[in-house]
């Protein structure tokens, strides 16, 4: 199974997954090709660059003739345009290292809220024109590129617009990016589709991303970092910073994320073939700011796809606890975090019967739980041994159903699924509520699941 993982310790955007795919061998003409057939008065300029001592591909996106910037770079220099209208400042170097992000300008409908936006900002509106999303997606269909990638680069694009409309609380229609913005995503979406459908990957794995941190200027003002529709698309994503107070992760590069990562987690057991590094524009002292894409085949001999984890197991032996004080201590040890709780029938001294209550805990749980089965029990010793487990890459999923939406379990193994269950809690309440068999919702959940009912 061809196999991808793109590391995003110095965050992502759509220019630095561009230049990591040409790093990591596709033709750099697939993009030139691919600019030219959407028409929109785009080119790109791609160089090769070194981000504190690794050897990078930097891609950068040229509209009418000017290169597009990074929006706070963008905004302070047209804040300055309109204090200094008759001074103008050229900056044509391909390997500039202002900031470490580009970016679409957003509006939330037209023209007048572009300039009423910018006039707040104390920017000048310097596009007259945008672009809505039903001219995008014309566009794309226009295109002379595969129909994979015009499903592809459509949804990437529906994605970011989705974002966009729920921050700004309007309707996905009426979300507008500026002409030079709205080109500037265009390439980076379209040509990401058009790079991934050319990888031929079966999975592309994704790691933690680091958003960086600080605040960045927009057309609506200054956002606290992630930018709110960043932090949107990559809910249930994993997420942090290192620190830096930059924006390291984009919308478009969220949204490309979003939409073609299957699945975040550690490198996983692959024979690595090709690695491409694709640079940001910043170039931070002891920090390489690159994303890195690793393709190879999955090797599910050399691992199988499971964590190890060292946890703390709990016991005690009681032959003289009230049966019903058992089952409370049980759900209250689970309440408190216990990972697990059972209990078996053991034969005691004397020959009277009992229990054994076995607990499964993290280590730093370990002394809390242990008070809890001494409060709440009869014993007077309680065994404690710490255990190494493995367990396989888990996720929860909502499957909806005829009565309601149940929550599914979902584990795998090298990126294929190899165990699904509904959540009982939720299908006994549903099974109460509608007066149903609960082996019918359960039933149900599972069916769904398997027809691709998945509520997002």
């Known amino acids: 199974m061809r196999i991808a993982y793109l590391d995003c310790f110095s965050g992502m955007s759509g220019d630095m997954f561009m230049g990591a795919l040409v790093d990591a061998g596709v033709p750099a003409h697939f993009f030139e090709q691919t600019v030219a057939a959407l028409n929109i008065g785009a080119r790109l300029e791609i ?25 706070e ?41 572009d ?91 994704c ?69 491409g590094y694709g640079a940001g524009t910043r170039d931070f002292s002891g920090h390489a700011n690159v994303v890195r894409l690793s393709i190879g085949e999955s ?39 216990a990972l697990d709780a059972f209990g078996l029938p053991v034969q005691m001294k004397k020959n009277r019967p009992g229990m054994l209550l076995t607990v499964l805990a993290r280590p730093e749980d370990a002394g809390r739980l242990s008070e809890i089965i001494f409060s709440e029990t009869t014993t007077l010793g309680v065994r404690h041994r710490d255990e190494s487990r493995q367990t396989l890459a888990r996720k929860w999923i909502t499957v909806t159903t005829k009565w309601g939406d149940v929550r599914l379990k979902i584990a795998s193994m090298n990126g294929t699924v190899t165990n699904y269950a509904p959540e009982y809690e939720d299908c006994r309440r549903i099974a109460a509520e509608h007066r149903v068999p609960l082996k019918d919702v359960m039933q149900e959940a599972v069916q769904g699941y398997l027809r691709g009912v998945i509520k997002e």
């Open 299 to 337: 090797q599910p001999e050399l691992a199988a796809n499971v964590s190890h984890e060292t946890i703390a197991v709990l016991e005690a032996n009681l032959d003289d606890l009230n049966p019903q004080v058992f089952g409370y201590v049980m759900d209250r040890l689970l309440q408190e975090g």
């Open 73 to 113: 770079e963008y905004w302070e220099q047209h804040a300055h345009k309109h204090e200094h209208p008759h001074r103008h400042e050229h900056h044509h170097s391909p390997d500039r290292q202002p900031v470490s992000l580009r970016e679409h300008n957003f509006s939330r409908t037209a023209e007048v809220d």
């Open 207 to 275: 790691s933690p991303l680091n958003v960086g941190g600080g605040t960045v200027k927009c057309a609506h003002g200054t956002f606290p970092i992630p930018a709110p529709a960043t932090l949107e698309l990559l809910q249930n994503a994993p997420v942090y910073s290192s620190g830096i107070d930059v924006e390291l992760v984009t919308p478009t590069g969220a949204a490309i994320v979003k939409t073609l990562a299957t699945r975040f987690g550690s490198f996983p057991a692959m024979k690595v073939q090709k690695v």
């Open 47 to 71: 160089s090769p660059v070194n981000r504190s001592g690794i050897a990078a591909t930097k891609v950068d996106v040229y509209v009418h003739g000017e290169k597009e910037l990074p929006r």
């Open 115 to 205: 300039r009423s936006a910018e006039t707040r900002a104390g920017v000048p509106a310097p596009h007259e024109h945008s672009r809505g999303l039903k001219e995008i997606r014309e566009i794309i269909r226009q295109a002379a590129i595969s129909e994979r990638a015009k499903a592809t680069a459509t949804e990437i694009f529906e994605a970011l617009g989705a974002a966009e409309a729920k921050i700004h609380n309007t309707n996905v229609d009426e979300v507008h990016f500026h002409e030079v913005g709205a080109v500037d995503a265009m390439v980076d979406i379209v040509c990401a589709a058009i790079g991934a459908a050319a990888l031929g990957l079966d999975e592309l794995v």
